[in-house]
């Protein structure tokens, strides 16, 4: 009669080998044909698979039992009609050999929608990444060179003011001076900052990138001059103070306006230099009267800032 090929076998162990003995045999020849050792080895992919086929049957105890009645019954059938006995168990080594694949395995539908749904994750998560990031350079970089390149001025057409002519369709960039009653030029307007010399003693040379000053008149004895400047690569400023007009007998063609001996300033109406010396800076700057409707965002904000800055003032009692 010929012996049954069994669980047993495939492990190399004795059919009454206990849990421990069957997890050793498995250890061992787990370890002697696993594929890392035998890379492109088939016969050892072979085994391995026969190899855990029955070791998975032998470690649990029902399947074991399950096994031990099959090979009883094998066992007595070989003994009652040898000639019509199987040659060979269900659990023929030939039948748990992997076959290789003549093409590979369709990609189910599933697969293809959860893949293209990553991709696309990965494409928005990436374009939302390049987004920010572009949106964090280039914004400060932009407000940057919109604080430091000089804006050309913006030419608004208003209406024309009493005692100067204009032609009908002509604007005129620069208005005539109106002259006080006493005959001296009227410094009434708005000014564009073309030139400054500012030093802070013991600390960097700051410089002044732009700045507007618009005077009005108070009296025919005191103007209030509204003045908005912007620091290179900084925040614009502005301040507001009335200033008293001075008798000029030096240059009787200009006006001699002054806050305090050192905050005062000489213009004719056309061109304007104003001097001012603190506890710790000098400052000179040029001025020159800008065309009408003069506007720039950032001085405008100033100059908003420096109309309430004066209106402050006034309400505590420190201008007029």
């Known amino acids: 009669m010929k012996r049954l090929h069994t669980y047993y076998d495939n492990l190399k162990v004795s059919r009454t ?12 020849l787990s370890q002697m044909h696993h594929p890392d050792r035998n890379a492109g080895d088939p016969e050892a992919a072979r085994i391995m698979v026969l190899i855990n086929v029955a070791y998975g049957a032998l470690s649990d105890p029902a399947r074991r039992a399950q096994h031990d009645r099959w090979i009883a019954q094998q066992e007595s059938v070989l003994e009652d009609d ?11 080594p030939q039948r748990y050999t992997p076959k290789p694949r003549s093409k590979p395995r369709a990609r ?36 940057s060179l919109a604080m430091i390149w000089p804006a050309p001025a913006t030419l608004v057409s208003s209406p024309n003011k009493p005692g100067i002519q204009q032609q009908a369709g002509k604007s005129t960039q620069i208005p005539a001076t109106e002259t006080t009653r006493a005959g001296m030029p009227d410094l009434t307007g708005t000014y564009r900052l073309i030139e400054s010399n500012l030093e802070h003693y013991g600390r960097p040379k700051p410089t002044i990138s732009k ?24 925040k614009t400023f502005g301040q507001g103070h009335v200033y008293r007009v001075q008798p000029n007998p030096d240059q009787p063609d200009k006006v001699r306006i002054s806050r305090s001996t050192q905050d005062y300033a000489t213009g004719d109406g056309i061109h304007l230099e104003k001097n001012e010396t603190g506890l710790n800076f000098w400052e000179t700057t040029r001025w020159q009267r800008a065309p009408q409707g003069y506007s720039e965002k950032y001085l405008d904000r100033g100059i908003a800032e420096a109309e309430r800055y004066y209106q402050v003032r006034v309400q505590h009692g420190l201008e007029e």
Do not use: C, M, W
Not at 17 to 28: D, G, H, N
Not at 82 to 92: F, H, T
């Open 108 to 143: 189910r539908r599933s697969d293809e929608v959860g893949n293209s749904f990553s991709d696309e994750l990965r494409r928005v998560i990436r374009g939302a990444f390049i987004y920010h990031a572009l949106f964090l350079i280039v914004v400060p970089l932009l407000a």
């Open 211 to 234: 700045g507007k000053l618009v005077i009005r008149k108070l009296r025919e004895d005191a103007y209030i001059v509204l003045e908005a400047k912007t620091l290179r690569q900084s």
């Open 82 to 92: 040898p000639p019509s006995s199987p040659r060979e168990p269900v659990l023929d």
């Open 17 to 28: 080998a206990s849990p421990e003995t069957i997890r050793a045999a498995y250890r061992r």
